[in-house]
């Protein structure tokens, strides 16, 4: 079983920065056979994912609402990913979670909202 402890979130102006990490642990996991990616949700929303990248070619996908703004980064080495926001905005509050797909692709950038890996972090952008 896989778990993940992400950290980072905070409260923040618009037009401030964030960074979002996660750790993923699991007995028989194989980091870098997931397409790692943060999904978010807030209150009366339905989850949104915002970013993706594939197991170790390191290729990206941004949702449209964040493109441009937020870098997704993964460290193989460390069972992690970060992300990297910058210019929020009060429509980026939400619960951030990160997830991992079991893909069979290196390349392959396929990221799933349907279960978070860990508890989540709050990120609350004030305007």
């Known amino acids: 079983q896989v778990h993940a402890a992400e950290s980072g979130g905070g409260l923040v102006q618009a037009g401030g920065s964030l960074n979002l990490s996660c750790i993923a642990s699991?007995?028989?996991?194989?980091?870098?056979?997931?397409?790692m990616g943060w999904f978010r949700q807030a209150p009366g929303k339905e989850r949104e994912r915002v970013a993706c990248?594939?197991?170790?070619?390191?290729?990206?996908s941004y949702s449209d609402s964040v493109k441009g703004r937020f870098t997704i980064i993964r460290h193989n080495d460390k069972n992690a990913i970060t992300l990297q926001m910058v210019n929020l905005q009060p429509d980026d509050t939400a619960i951030y979670y990160c997830?991992?797909?079991?893909?069979?692709?290196?390349?392959?950038?396929?990221?799933?909202?349907?279960?978070?890996w860990g508890q989540g972090t709050q990120v609350t952008v004030s305007s």
């Open positions: 997830s991992g797909n079991y893909v069979r692709s290196p390349a392959a950038v396929s990221c799933s909202t349907r279960h978070a």
């Open positions: 990248i594939s197991p170790s070619t390191y290729v990206t």
């Open positions: 699991g007995p028989s996991m194989i980091f870098d056979q997931y397409a």
